[in-house]
Structure formats: structure tokens, C-alpha cells
């Protein structure tokens, strides 16, 4: 065949005019200009949005956190260490989506909802955006609810509403993760959904937290998110916000959900690396400029619906690690502002036997108050203020000098409120058994028995009432009320329980003599009748338990209240 020039330069003329230069949008693509340390610098992507996800090769997923005027910069989650520079990138149009639903429930999951125990696959349907607008103000309702706790010392005196911000904060081991575990537990039976989002922990201590709730039956309605220590910070960054993506799901059903952020440190921590990497001016403690609206944007995201909106919550209790009980460095200051109140726990506290080592002064719940359960407030109302008296003069107290009987009553019944606060991890208690506890000792009930002995009263009172008046323990719990007649009925079963406890002490607060006190005769009858003969009875009720310390103590004591009684 015969070619003619002429002929191939005007069909190319041709196919160029025709050309729909419209449908080819190069926009949409862009290379990689530079890559390291997760982080990539890709040029071409004009109509990038801040957020967006960028499909890289192998599987990578890029997200647009800097939009410059000639690149975006862009963080990688995946094998970003085999994405090469030159390599293409494509938009997506869509911002980070994360797997949701309740297929989650029961899981343990990375940010991006894949499994990382070994129960199989998980097939969610749906998805939501991970970043996503908080909630107006007309769209939300005042808190009303009680999200418990079940801890005594914040139920009592700290309580949280169902749609709160409420931050733990405090140095290392001291309980933090602690309260965040015992609440969930304390909601297993409840329609609350918990949602543990662990941020640079160990993926040990994640595994370990996992087997807790399942020991205890609170798996099936929590899902944990983790990004261990040993993740990219990208990972980190996200978890967060894909925790609160998952709980959203719920709350935008009109149910209850509740998502733990341990810890928000660690976020910030990564954000920092991040932020830095991505060449972002590094501000107060180096941490970038927007570190504030970092927290501020996800903890906003916690709300309590209105009635029209469905009426669902989502409860936030982000923890906070601070160094040396400072709460003044910046990341801690920036957290307090944002949340509705905070528990603040103190190493000093927590090594002198309080558990959960609450600061009862710095602590508080700003918008509790409203939700918490009637009975509750009916006995707990002076207790705040009782502590931090007994805390003020405990530390004038110690200069030695005599007191006068008022102080040392009031020091008596705080040494009492401490002990009866006091709880164990892993036990939860319902409402009704932390009232009882509570009405003990604000009645003055625990006055007549002695500190050491308090726990076991309270144990001893507990299971009694369980076994001898379990309809006042429902009533109380169904209706979370205490009427007039169920606090009558309380009261007279914990004078008699005092009284076949065996008081330590007669209703003026006199020390009671060996023989007077039924404990003794008690005694006399049970086991050991010999071991404690020509001493007074102080110390022995327990002696099973105590240990030599215990007994120099018991002596000690005995001396002083033989001093009393001459006195
Ligand atoms: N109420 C409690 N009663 C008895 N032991 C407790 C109680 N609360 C916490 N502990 C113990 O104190 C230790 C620290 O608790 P936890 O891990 O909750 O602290 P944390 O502040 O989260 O620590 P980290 O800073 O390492 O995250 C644990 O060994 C835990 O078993
Ligand atoms: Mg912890």
C-alpha cells in the first residue's frame, strides 16, 4: 500500500481538533516527588482536599494532611516502604471512611477496622467518615442520664451524665486504665456500647485488657481499637477518630455508646512526629499549632441527642498521662479545657492504700450533678465536702498538737469516708450496695466501729442485706431512688448489723470494754479463746489477718484508749 503524507497529517490534524481534552482530567493524578519516613510529597494532585485519601501502588493509602501551593504532603498507612518516588497517585474523592456496624462488637480491631485477634474475618456493611462534624448545639439535649461508673468514689462525689466528657488524668500507674476497665465491666448488662480505643500501649497490655472484659462477660458489647507502641504514627493518629466513627454508628441509632481515648498523651505524641516529619512549624513544646484542635474537634464529637435527633449519646472519657502530677504542661491544660470536669489521680494517694487514688479537691464533674441517680444524691450530697475538710485537717493534724473532740470526730469520720471508698479493680458495684456503703458512714453508722475494720463491716453488711432484704437492694436499683421508708429500712438494718458486727466504739464515741461489746462474746464461743486474755479487746476482731505490725499497732492503740477511758 501506497502511503501519503498529506493524507496521515491531516487524519492526525483530524483526531487533535477532536481531541475531548474534558474527559481526561489530569488533575486527578499526580507522582510522588519524595518519600521517607511514611510521609510523601506528591505534585500533580490539584484538586486534593485536606483529609482525602490518595491511592498509591501496593496497596498504599495515603491521607492529605499539608496542601501546599506546588505539592500536598501525605501520610501513608501500609507497606509505604515499597512506594518508590515517580510512582503514580490517584485521587479518591472521598475522605478516610472506617468499617462500622455492630459485626465490630466483641472484636479486637486496628484503625482501619481490620481484626487483629483470630476470630475471622470481619464482614461489616457499612462505613462512616472517620472525621465528621460535631453536632450543633440545637441538635443536643442537656445530660440527664447516669453513665455508672461503678466505683463508689465517683458515683458518689464525681458523677458522669450519658453524653459527658469526663477526663482521667494522672502519672503513670496510677489507675487510669484501671477505672476505664471497671466501668465497662460495670456495664456488661446495660445498653451501653464501650469502645476502648488503646493508643501506644503494648499490644501485651491490649491482649491483657481484651482477656479481662472476656473473663468478666463485658466483650460482647465492647469493641477495642489498638494501635500499639510499635505502629507508624499515622496509625496512631487515626485511632481516635475511627474509635469515635464506630461509636457514632450507635449513636446516630438513638443508641448509647461509650468510647475510652487511652491515652490522648500518646495521640498528641504522634501527631507531634508526624506533624514534624511534614515540616509543619513546631510550636509549644514542640507540638504544631493546631495540637488544640486535635483533641478539641474529636472530644466535641461526644454529645447527648435530642429528643428529635433520636435521642442517642456517645460519652467520652479520654485519659491523660502527666508527668510528675503536673497538669500544667500544655497538652494537660489543653485537655481540661475542652472536657466537662476530671478525675485527677495522685500517685501519693494511690501508694497510701486509697484505690482508685482520687484527689477529691482537684477532681469534679461539671455536668454530672443533673444525672446523678436520686438515692444517690440523697446520701452522698455532704460527702465532697466532708474529704476535703478531713484532708485539710489531717495535714494540720499532723503537727502533733491536741485536738479538741469536735476535730477528732471529724478526723474519725473522714478516716471512716476513706475506707468506705475504697475498691478493689474488677468489682463494680451496683447502686444500691454503693448507697449502702455511702449511708453507712455519712449516717455516723461507721463511727462505732474502728478503721481497720471497716472493709470487712461493709462486706459482712452487704452480703447480709443480699441474703436477708434482697427486695430493698432491687427496689433501689430498679428505681435509683431511696424513699423515706427504704432509707428507715437501711438504717435499722445497719444498726443491727453493727450490733451483731460487735461495736468498737458506744454511741458517744467511748472506746467499749472487753465484755460489752458482743464481738466478744462472739469470740469467746469461736475459735481462739485464749489469745487474747488481759489485753483489751482492740485489735483482735481481726487477729486471723494481722501481722505483727497490726498487733505493735493494736497495742499502741489500746494504750490511747485506755488513756481515753481514764481521762
Ligand atoms: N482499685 C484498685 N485496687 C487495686 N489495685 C489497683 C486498683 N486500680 C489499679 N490498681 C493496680 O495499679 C496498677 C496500675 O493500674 P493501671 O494500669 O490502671 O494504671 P495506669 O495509670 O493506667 O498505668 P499506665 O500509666 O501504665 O497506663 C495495676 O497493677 C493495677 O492492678
Ligand atoms: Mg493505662
Not at 14 to 27: K, M, P, Q, V
Not at 461 to 467: G, N, V
Not at 490 to 507: C, H, N, R, T, Y
Request: glycine share 8%; aromatic share 4%; hydrophobic share 35%.
Amino acid at each position: 500500500m501506497e502511503i501519503n503524507p498529506d493524507e496521515i497529517a491531516s487524519i492526525l490534524r483530524e483526531r487533535i481538533e477532536g481531541l475531548d481534552t474534558d474527559s481526561a482530567d489530569l488533575s486527578e493524578v499526580g507522582t510522588v516527588l519524595e518519600i521517607g519516613d511514611g510521609i510523601a510529597r506528591i505534585h500533580g494532585v490539584d484538586n486534593c482536599m485536606s483529609l482525602e485519601m490518595l491511592e498509591l501502588p501496593h496497596d498504599v493509602v495515603g491521607l492529605a494532611l499539608n496542601l501546599e501551593e506546588d505539592n500536598v504532603g501525605a501520610v501513608l498507612f501500609g507497606d509505604w516502604d515499597k512506594v518508590s518516588e515517580d510512582d503514580t497517585v490517584k485521587r479518591t474523592g472521598k475522605l478516610l471512611e472506617i468499617p462500622v456496624g455492630e459485626e465490630l462488637l466483641g472484636r479486637l480491631v486496628d484503625p482501619l477496622g481490620r481484626p487483629l485477634d483470630d476470630k475471622g474475618d470481619i464482614n461489616t456493611t457499612e462505613t462512616r467518615s472517620a472525621e465528621h462534624k460535631a453536632p450543633g448545639v440545637v441538635h443536643r439535649q442537656p445530660v440527664v442520664e447516669p453513665m455508672q461508673t461503678g466505683l463508689k468514689a465517683i458515683d458518689s462525689m464525681i458523677p458522669i451524665g450519658r453524653g459527658q466528657r469526663e477526663l482521667i488524668i494522672g502519672d503513670r500507674q496510677t489507675g487510669k486504665t484501671a477505672i476505664a476497665i471497671d466501668t465497662i465491666i460495670n456495664n456488661r448488662d446495660s445498653d451501653l456500647v464501650c469502645i476502648y480505643v488503646a493508643i501506644g500501649q503494648r499490644m501485651s497490655t491490649v491482649v491483657q485488657v481484651m482477656e479481662t472484659l472476656e473473663e468478666n462477660g463485658a466483650m460482647d458489647n465492647t469493641i477495642i481499637v489498638a494501635a500499639p507502641a510499635d505502629e507508624a504514627a499515622p496509625i496512631k493518629y487515626m485511632a481516635p477518630y475511627a474509635g469515635c466513627a464506630m461509636g457514632e454508628h450507635f449513636l446516630y441509632q438513638g443508641k448509647h455508646a461509650l468510647c475510652i481515648y487511652d491515652d490522648l498523651s500518646k495521640h498528641a505524641a504522634a501527631y507531634r512526629q508526624m506533624s514534624l516529619l511534614l515540616r509543619r512549624p513546631p510550636g509549644r513544646e514542640a507540638y504544631p499549632g493546631d495540637v488544640f484542635y486535635l483533641h478539641s474537634r474529636l472530644l466535641e464529637r461526644a454529645v447527648k441527642l435530642s429528643d428529635e435527633e433520636g435521642g442517642g449519646s456517645l460519652t467520652a472519657l479520654p485519659v491523660i498521662e502527666t508527668q510528675a502530677g503536673d497538669i500544667s504542661a500544655y497538652i494537660p491544660t489543653n485537655v481540661i479545657s475542652i472536657t466537662d470536669g476530671q478525675i485527677f489521680l495522685e500517685s501519693d494517694l494511690f501508694y497510701s492504700g486509697v484505690r482508685p487514688a482520687i484527689n477529691v479537691g482537684t477532681s469534679v464533674s461539671r455536668v454530672g450533678g443533673n444525672a446523678q441517680t436520686k438515692a444517690m444524691k440523697k446520701v452522698a450530697s455532704q460527702l465532697r465536702l466532708d474529704l476535703s475538710q478531713y484532708r485539710e485537717l489531717e495535714a494540720f493534724a499532723q503537727f502533733g498538737s491536741e485536738l479538741d473532740p469536735e476535730t477528732q470526730k471529724q478526723l474519725a469520720r473522714g478516716e471512716r469516708m476513706v475506707e468506705a471508698l475504697n475498691q478493689k479493680e474488677r468489682q463494680p458495684m451496683p447502686v444500691a450496695e454503693q448507697v449502702t456503703s455511702i449511708f453507712a458512714g455519712t449516717a455516723g453508722y461507721l463511727d462505732r466501729i474502728k478503721t481497720e475494720r471497716v472493709t470487712e463491716f461493709l462486706g459482712d453488711l452487704i452480703s447480709r442485706l443480699h441474703s436477708e432484704n434482697k427486695d430493698l437492694l432491687d427496689r433501689i436499683n430498679e428505681s435509683g431512688d431511696l424513699s423515706d421508708e427504704d432509707e428507715q429500712a437501711l438504717a435499722k438494718s445497719i444498726e443491727q448489723m453493727v450490733d451483731d458486727f460487735g461495736p468498737d466504739f458506744d454511741e458517744e464515741g467511748n472506746p467499749l470494754e472487753e465484755g460489752e461489746s458482743d464481738r466478744v462474746t462472739r469470740r469467746e464461743e469461736g475459735e481462739e479463746p485464749e489469745s487474747s486474755s488481759g489485753e483489751t479487746e482492740s485489735g483482735d476482731g481481726d487477729s486471723g489477718k494481722a501481722g505483727d505490725a497490726d498487733e505493735s499497732e493494736a497495742d499502741a492503740e489500746a494504750e490511747q484508749e485506755e488513756a481515753g477511758a481514764t481521762a
